[in-house]
């Protein structure tokens, strides 16, 4: 699997580099500016990009807007976007399309291996992989403007882990509860919420940000 990254910092950029090489991925390119990124996106055509959010000249959200960019040219690439800190607009700015192939990850999460490789290998496969912070933020603030429908505690449980990407298997053993119980709270979820029910993992996620998030819009 073929991956662009684009990273300012070269330690980070060198350590990001070895980590993806030692689970076998092919990087077509480490880049660290927002130019660079947008000609190795173009030219080379990778499997995956991992970008992030600032980089230079403007050391704003050029990382972020260059993927975009590169996801109208290419819609669907999957990219998966690193950030020092929680910012709901750049999940926002992701999830606009609604074609998948996208995450969010703090760059903390990179230091855990697993969680980080697993996260690409979902982007790159079409899913959805968002930092559990940025989803415990967006229910947060959902539930401080209006009570998210009624949910139960347990339900709230459920969403949280549905909207990082998780199938109902990997809930039902992260809570320790049957697949089927899982089940019911999905069903429930998505009726109080007033969500089309889903079997797509992606586009249940999808749905779920958008509902949480649209209230800043």
Not at 36 to 42: I, S
Not at 100 to 120: P, S, T
């Amino acid at each position: 699997m073929r991956v662009v990254l684009a990273e300012d910092l070269f330690l980070l950029r060198d350590g990001l580099v070895r980590m993806l090489e030692a689970y076998d991925f092919e990087i077509a390119a480490a880049v660290e500016t927002g130019p660079e990124l947008t000609r190795a996106l173009a030219e080379l055509q990778p499997d995956v990009a991992v970008v992030d959010v600032r980089l230079p000249p403007s050391q704003t959200d050029e990382g972020l807007q260059c993927a975009l960019a590169a996801r109208r040219d290419r819609p669907g690439l999957p990219v998966l976007v690193l950030s020092q800190h929680v910012e709901q607009l750049y999940a926002r700015e992701l999830l606009a399309d609604g074609n998948g192939g996208v995450g969010y990850l703090l760059k903390d999460r990179v230091f855990e291996a697993d969680q980080f490789i697993d996260a690409v290998r979902r982007v790159a496969s079409g899913g959805t992989a968002m930092d559990p912070q940025v989803i415990q933020q967006l229910l947060s603030r959902r539930s401080a403007d209006a009570p998210l429908g009624g949910l139960t505690p347990r339900e709230v449980e459920v969403l949280e882990l549905m909207a990082q990407g998780r199938s109902n298997a990997a809930i039902a053993g992260a809570l320790f509860v049957t697949e089927r119980a899982v089940a019911k709270h999905t069903s429930n979820i998505f009726l109080k919420l007033d969500l089309n029910v889903s079997d797509d993992d992606n586009r249940r996620v999808l749905a779920v940000l958008a509902y949480l998030d649209r209230g800043d819009n």
